[in-house]
Every structure is written in structure tokens, then in C-alpha cells.
């Protein structure tokens, strides 16, 4: 009778962990579709930098297509770079600290942000606060999409292409100065 109640046991506590992986539809069910048109009027990231110091990576997008952008998002590629050292718990190493990334625009991806609805002709931008921690000279991507997935797709009304960008960021050994004080 023991082992009856044992083995229930066993049986119903593997059918819960069954049943909290992944049940349900696909990642990208609710996606939105469609092509719309957008422009980037400004994308700033100082090209040079120093070690400790805080500086402003930011990103303008404007919707120039007569539909609202359902879900308006920009990937960064480049905050931090890849060593491939067995002996590294997780290989990614940054090269940027993020301090602030763009407010109430986070997604389950780690290098996008979504900043949800942009109504025709309005305006986002995003904008992160990072501290350098790596010296050396880096390129810095970016690219603008109307979704997490795929689905829908922003172009660029100048050029018809997926609007994307990249900063190329000198980030000097020298820290910044520290100031004195009460001099």
C-alpha cells in the first residue's frame, strides 16, 4: 500500500514538471505582421571614451507609415565581446556596463528592447547610460524592428532597407578624472 502511494506521488509530481515546460503555444503566437516605414533622425554614441565613465548610447525612431507600429524595438550588438576560454564560467565579457537601458522596455531577448505601440508620425527614443570597463576600440550595431520575432518588419523611408546603424567607440586606458575636492 506504501509504495502504491509513493509511486502516485512520483507520478503526479513528474506530470506538474511536465506540465510547467513549455505547455502552451509558441513564443511568437501573438506577434504582430506587416511592413512599416520608419526614419532614424538621430543615433549618438561618443566615439571617444574612458574607462569609468558613464556615457549615452541613444536612438530616435519615428513612424512615418499611417498604421501604429505595433511594438517598436532596436537590438544593440557589440556591449560585449566573446572569449572563448574553457576555464570561463560564462564567455561573454563586457566591454560596456549597462547602468540604465531604455525605461519599461525590457524583453526576454538580452540585446533588445521594445518600447511597445508608436501611433503615425510619434516618435520613440531609446536610450541606455553605460560605463565603459574595457579599453580598446569597438564597433557598436544597432537595428530597428516593429516586433520581438521577426514577423513585422520596419524599413527605412530613404533607403527601403531595415534601418540599422553602428558607432565606432575608442574607450581610452586613462579613466576619467576624479574630481577634487575643495579645490
Known amino acids: 500500500m506504501v509504495w502504491r502511494v509513493a509511486l502516485a506521488g512520483l507520478l503526479a509530481g513528474g506530470l506538474m514538471t511536465l506540465a510547467a515546460c513549455g505547455g502552451g503555444g509558441k513564443q511568437d503566437e501573438g506577434d504582430p505582421t506587416g511592413t512599416f516605414k520608419v ?3 538621430r543615433a549618438s ?3 571617444k571614451q574612458r574607462l569609468a565613465q558613464e556615457s549615452t548610447l ?3 525612431v519615428v513612424n512615418r507609415d499611417t498604421r501604429t507600429i505595433p511594438k517598436l524595438a532596436v537590438t544593440i550588438n557589440g556591449l560585449s565581446q566573446r572569449h572563448d576560454d574553457p576555464t570561463l564560467a560564462d564567455p561573454k565579457r563586457p566591454i ?3 547602468n540604465e537601458t531604455p525605461f519599461n ?3 526576454a531577448l538580452t540585446n533588445t528592447w521594445a518600447l511597445g505601440p508608436v501611433a503615425p508620425g510619434q516618435s520613440r527614443t531609446f ?3 553605460v560605463t565603459a570597463v574595457r579599453s580598446g576600440t569597438y564597433t557598436v550595431r544597432y537595428s530597428v524592428a516593429a516586433g520581438l520575432y521577426g514577423k513585422a518588419k520596419v524599413v527605412d523611408t530613404a533607403t527601403g532597407e531595415v534601418p540599422e546603424g553602428s558607432f565606432i567607440a575608442r574607450v581610452s586606458r ?3 578624472p576624479v574630481p ?3 579645490a
Open 39 to 41: 526614419d532614424v533622425p
Open 45 to 47: 554614441f561618443p566615439g
Open 58 to 60: 541613444q536612438i530616435t
Open 96 to 98: 560596456w556596463v549597462l
Open 105 to 107: 522596455a525590457d524583453s
Open 127 to 129: 536610450t541606455w547610460k
Open 174 to 176: 586613462k579613466p576619467r
Open 180 to 182: 577634487q575636492i575643495g
